[in-house]
T-cell receptor, first 115, second 112 residues
């Protein structure tokens, strides 16, 4: 149980375009989903927290207009990187929680490369 | 100073040895402590989850929390080459479900 999927697993896009990443909880209802970014050999950095049906809460320094998060249902959250630039190239990982306890279940990650 | 400190390694051990990992933290309010395993280019996988101080054992894995010293440990017995991965510690407050603070991760290499 507690499986989280992400799509796509990797994507290459040109600078200035937008990319959407999906995060799905497959066998539980995710009241809260989290989006992280991880640079090579570094730890996960929380970007934002989203609750179903509410606006996402962004961490300090994360541009909400650049990283659009939508959590429209209890099983799906999307992260859209708008007007992507090469410095946005990173490994983006989502996680989900059913709210009952402190555990988070992570997706497999999406590797974004902006050329 | 980071809230959670973790030696990045790499930590190299021979197969069958005990792997000893640890994290220190500065915020005494942390109550939940987790250990995740992350293989290269994959998402983290939850290994152990403990609340407050004490020990917890699950198969070859033992997690210890010493809140008085703000120090947590993970031990892997009878290590296998398949245990080669990066191990991340994470912790959170009781009133901020899900807002984890992660350590930088320790890369572990188990050699046959």
């Amino acid at each position: 149980g507690a499986v989280v999927s992400q799509h796509p697993s990797w994507v290459i896009c040109k600078s200035g375009t937008s990319v959407k990443i999906e995060c799905r909880s497959l066998d539980f209802q995710a009241t809260t989903m989290f989006w992280y970014r991880q640079f090579p050999k570094q730890s996960l950095m929380l970007m934002a927290t989203s609750n179903e049906g509410s606006k996402a809460t962004y961490e300090q320094g994360v541009e909400k207009d650049k990283f659009l998060i939508n959590h429209a249902s209890l099983t799906l959250s999307t992260l859209t990187v708008t007007s992507a630039h090469p410095e946005d190239s990173s490994f983006y990982i989502c996680s989900a929680s059913d709210g009952a306890q402190a555990e988070q279940y992570f997706g497999p990650g999406t590797r974004l490369t902006v050329t | 100073q980071k809230e959670v400190e973790q030696d990045p390694g790499p930590l190299s051990v021979p197969e069958g040895a005990i792997v000893s990992l640890n994290c220190t933290y500065s915020n005494s309010a942390f109550q939940y402590f987790m250990w995740y395993r992350q293989y290269s280019r994959k998402g983290p996988e939850l290994l152990m989850y403990t609340y407050s101080s004490g020990n917890k054992e699950d198969g070859r894995f033992t997690a210890q929390v010493d809140k008085s010293s703000k120090y947590i440990s993970l031990f892997i017995r009878d290590s296998q080459p398949s245990d080669s991965a990066t191990y991340l510690c994470a912790m959170t407050l009781t009133d901020s479900w899900g807002k984890f603070q992660f350590g930088a991760g320790t890369q572990v290499v188990v050699t046959p």
